[in-house]
């Protein structure tokens, strides 16, 4: 485990958990999980982006197409714009679920959370102030009471944002739990740059909230993965300096294109390096579940209450989702 100070944890009531108190035996390998889970379908999806997913009820999904509109995937695999009144027509970066609410992020000088009923009707528009600064790249979102958490993969930070003001202030600009320091591989191969050398999968991309708002965990696409109690980033009484101490290295991954947690504190990560599923729990057996070539060009994946998971994944050049049986 590698933490950089912990006084933090006593100001914040940490609960005597595994999930809490340790990272999921982070110097431990990935290992074959004793029972594999199993491909059901592979549909193609074309027009959809490959980085955002969300479980719905029955089986259906949500996601961003091309032109960043919310869609609804049914269980049958077929994928349509929903159908609310008052769909946003701008363009969304980022989506997540909170309660019955959809939140969209959008794209522009001035970022917006968009809160839309699960129809993707609109119930109200929040511009946000002091969310970036140039050369920002927003790029993931989560929501939890009166609190948004943001990711800025372009001038590495992690954002609060007031969902009652929308004021939004950034912490840990540049440090290094938020930037690429490790080559991108793919099927075992690094991306190489116009110099010949390996290139870095860039920085902070993947933001996971877990069911309570208390844990915020994070990484670039090559890891390693961080955690950091809300608290630090929205309680005025603590200083930058406790911020950092309170940043844990959860633990290390392979390059990956997506990730998951699950109301039961489950993480599962699509491992791009080795074409994979990778699980760990709140027993912190880091685990691999399912083995596929597919899973080379794997983006975001997502699991619904019935115990059944659906990753975005790239064929020849088009976005497809498979529906996984999990063990």
């Known amino acids: 485990m590698k933490t950089r100070l912990l006084h933090v944890a006593a100001a914040t009531g940490l609960a005597a958990l595994a999930f809490v108190t340790s990272p999921a035996r982070a110097d431990h390998p990935w290992q074959d999980a004793p ?28 996601a961003i197409d091309a032109s960043g509109h919310p869609v609804q995937i049914d269980a049958t695999n077929i994928s349509t714009p929903l159908a609310g009144p ?24 001035q970022p917006t959370l968009i809160r839309m009923s699960l129809d993707g009707s609109v119930r109200s528009r929040l511009p946000l102030t002091g969310a970036t600064i140039a050369g920002s790249n927003l790029v993931a979102l989560q929501v939890h009471g009166t609190q948004a958490y943001l990711a800025d993969e372009g001038k590495p930070a992690l954002i609060a944002a007031d969902l009652k003001t929308g004021k939004a202030k950034r912490f840990l600009s540049y440090d290094l739990s938020l ?9 075992g191969q690094p991306r190489m740059g116009a110099d010949g050398h390996p290139m870095a999968g860039g920085n902070v991309r993947f ?20 955690r950091i109690d809300t608290a630090l980033l929205t309680d005025t009484d603590f200083t930058p300096v406790e911020q950092l101490d309170g940043i844990t290295e959860w633990r290390t991954t392979p390059s ?72």
């Open 35 to 62: 029972a594999q889970a199993s491909i059901t379908a592979d549909a193609a999806l074309s027009g959809l982006q490959s980085t955002a997913l969300l479980a719905g009820q029955n089986g259906t999904c949500f």
């Open 86 to 109: 008052d769909v946003p027509t701008e363009r969304l970066i980022a989506i997540t679920i909170s309660g019955d609410d959809l939140w969209g992020l959008s794209a522009g000088d």
């Open 179 to 187: 930037t690429g320091r490790h080559p991108l591989l793919r099927a």
């Open 207 to 226: 933001l996971l909230l877990d069911g309570k708002g208390q844990w915020l965990f994070y990484q670039p696409p090559t890891g390693p993965m961080s």
């Open 256 to 327: 990956i294109g997506g990730e998951t947690l699950t109301p039961d504190n489950t993480f599962y990560l699509s491992d791009i390096t080795g074409g994979s599923i990778l699980k760990f729990g709140t027993d912190r057996i880091p685990l691999r579940i399912l083995k596929d070539p597919r899973l080379y060009d794997a983006g975001a994946p997502a699991v619904s209450d019935n115990h059944q998971m659906a990753v975005l994944v790239t064929e020849d050049g088009i976005t497809h989702i498979l529906r996984i049986a999990l063990p």
